[in-house]
């Protein structure tokens, strides 16, 4: 039986801001210099915007749409409290709004000021698990999500081998992508040697592991299949969408195993979904907040075994011409960091064939993950209509 949800709604619009380190706009201002640029992009006006899905804790509230867009008859306004994973859930919610007729277009946003405003101690108190985490990882110092993350990195790399030569390919390999983007915060060269001489942040993250602190605003615009159809791009449908939550969801240091993230649910069920596998994937955007979750997620989605993810980065096979070319804006770790809306981006790019020097050739199918929080994971699959 063929899901209902299936192609039924689209990727009809993207737009970004530049992304920098500094910036004098406000979260507000970005997300909605990137809101315009998106709805744009679609072709359609303002007033056609009937739901909203800003990024939380973004500072934007469907009433600043309303008054500063001119949203007219606002049928649907969300949050999703999932970090890292909001975005791509958020094309879940909003595929089930305008397959079912609520909204006709839904508005997902993001502006963040993480290098000029908002930092990380700040943003942690904003965690809805934050009280548990206090309560387990505090009191042995764990605070910041580096720290958090680094534990199921050590446990890989303990259990099946995993090197900081196969995490700093990753790390490489997004940078080179990146150069080639223009858009970026990062746009010099990153040798291994640079990675391996970075600082260390929460052993075995060394600074080039970890995704950025930077500026910017992102937004995409989804609709009904059918009304995207009329609209002025190539036609790009969700294919499959899902979210999922790890065990133990408000504590890693609870969690049975500290490497089944929420990915290990939905994944499957965003596959049965779109009705293809792994190896039809022709591009993938993994949300890289650190190599180690790249590495991960590329086990967890069925591209390789539980254990085989740091060989699997290797020998050129997650770069543009490899086996599967994986983040090919530069990321969180080298483009900038927008809670992965960016990710979502990029590979609609890529399937409407826009994506300049950095082009998969003939991409048809792609995917894109979210991870935030304590693990919570998100997926989208989506495809280039004929």
């Known amino acids: 039986m063929v899901h209902p949800l299936r192609d039924k709604a689209a990727v009809s619009g993207i737009g970004e801001t530049a992304y920098t380190r500094g910036t004098s706009k406000s979260g507000l201002a970005l997300q909605l210099e990137a809101s315009l640029r998106a709805l744009d992009d679609a072709g359609i006006d303002p007033r056609d915007v009937d739901g909203v899905i800003p990024y939380f804790p973004g500072g934007a509230i469907a009433e600043d749409f309303i008054a500063n867009l001119g949203l007219k008859d606002l049928t649907l306004s969300a949050f999703i409290p999932m970090g890292g994973a909001t975005c791509v859930a958020g094309i879940q919610m909003a595929a089930m709004a305008v397959t079912t007729g609520v909204c006709k277009h839904v508005l997902i946003s993001v502006g963040r000021t993480g290098y000029s405003g908002q930092r990380v101690s700040t ?10 985490a206090a309560e387990f990882e505090a009191p042995i110092g764990m605070f910041a999500p580096a720290q958090l993350y680094a534990q199921g990195a050590r446990r890989h790399m303990e259990l099946y081998g995993t090197t900081a030569r196969q995490m700093a390919e990753v790390a490489v390999v997004t940078r080179q992508h990146a150069i080639l983007n223009g858009n970026v915060v990062m746009n010099k060269p990153l040798t291994v040697e640079d990675h391996h001489a970075s600082r260390m942040i929460a052993d075995p993250f060394r600074l080039f592991d970890c995704s950025l602190e930077s500026d910017g605003g992102a937004a995409v615009v989804i609709s009904a299949t059918e009304r995207a159809k009329d609209l002025k ?115 609609t790019r890529q399937l409407r064939r826009e994506a300049g020097k950095a082009q998969v050739k003939d991409a048809e199918l792609g995917l894109v993950t979210g991870y935030g929080d304590m693990g919570d994971g998100s997926i989208a699959i989506l495809r280039r209509a004929a």
């Open 233 to 347: 791009k190539p036609l790009v449908t969700i294919a499959g969408t899902a979210e999922g939550h790890p065990d133990s969801p408000a504590s890693i240091a609870q969690r049975p195993d500290l490497l089944e993230f929420g990915l290990v649910k939905s994944a499957p069920r965003a596959f049965a979904m779109a009705g293809v596998g792994p190896k039809d994937i022709d591009v993938a955007e993994i949300y890289d907040c650190f190599t180690f979750t790249v590495i991960r997620q590329l086990e967890i989605l069925g591209f390789c075994k539980t254990g085989e993810g740091g060989p699997f980065v290797m020998d050129g096979r997650i770069a543009l011409g490899g086996e599967l070319p994986i983040n090919t804006h530069g990321g969180l770790l080298s483009q900038g960091h927008v809670v992965g809306l960016n990710h979502v981006i990029e590979l």
């Open 123 to 132: 943003r942690l108190q904003q965690f809805p698990v934050f009280a548990q």
